[in-house]
């Protein structure tokens, strides 16, 4: 059998067997519950809640804005995260992109598209942060696109895949300093729709410095959006 078919058999094998146990949590193996954490785990989180930036969330004593929002503002107007990107759900956005835990992934937007209708101000389309053709092909989905879809059905903003894409592949963010993430992302993502008195919301599992985000914002400012909301499942503190 090719390689590939192999990989084929082995993923619908383990898929299979997946659908043939007891749900259990992913954290704690508790077994019984309909969702990927059991409340226990779920409740456990570490929620984002303390007084924060009201533009990238970075902690601030009073709730102000934070130095590098108020000398360089970012392109985004502001950013709506759920956790902190540290232990447990560090592993469980891994686990999400690399495993394709649907039940969790689902559970994840679920909440996502519910703190979203709480909010005041509504949007006019969900974009989510594209990848580009060689990483979706690698990958075979993109998470933060399941992560619009489900946030467009339980809002009814529309949803667009095809304004923003991305151009080339840049390498990956982690391995490269903030001057070489800023170079590296140059140019990676085009529009091909005139967004004028556009606002948007642009998704993504995790923001980490936020230049990635950024820079797919200051893409789409510069075709007219009018604002441009980040959402993401978690964000990290920033490091500069
Ligand atoms: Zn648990
Ligand atoms: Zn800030």
């Not at 085009?190 to 599992?205: F, K, N, P």
Request: hydrophobic share 40%; glycine share 4%; aromatic share 6%.
């Amino acid at each position: 059998m090719r390689e590939w078919a192999l990989k084929w058999a082995q993923e619908r094998a383990r898929a299979w067997g997946n659908a043939l146990l007891p749900p259990v949590c992913l954290l704690c193996g508790a077994s019984g519950g309909h969702q990927p954490l059991c409340p226990a785990c779920q409740n456990d989180l570490p929620a984002l809640s303390a007084p924060c930036c009201p533009i990238c969330l970075e902690a601030t004593p009073y709730g102000e804005r934070c130095g590098a929002c108020l000398v360089h503002p970012p392109h985004f107007d502001r950013v709506f995260a759920l956790y902190h990107y540290v232990f447990p759900v560090d592993r469980l956005i891994h686990e999400l992109k690399y495993s394709a835990q649907f039940a969790l992934a689902r559970r994840w937007r679920q909440e996502l598209a519910t703190r979203l209708v709480t909010q005041p101000h509504r949007a006019d389309r969900i974009l989510p942060l594209p990848l580009h053709d060689e990483r979706l092909a690698e990958r075979g989905y993109n998470q933060a696109q399941e992560i619009a879809r489900a946030l467009s059905r339980a809002t009814g903003i529309a949803l667009d895949t095809q304004s923003l894409s991305k151009c080339r592949a840049t390498r990956p963010q982690s391995e490269s300093s903030l001057k070489e993430r800023r170079r590296n992302l140059k140019n990676a993502f085009a529009c091909q729709t005139d967004l004028s008195g556009q606002r948007l919301l642009l998704v993504d599992d995790v923001l980490t410095t936020g230049t990635t985000l950024n820079e797919a914002a200051r893409v789409l400012k510069l075709h007219g959006a009018e604002e441009v909301t980040a959402l993401v499942v978690a964000r990290t503190p920033k490091h500069h």
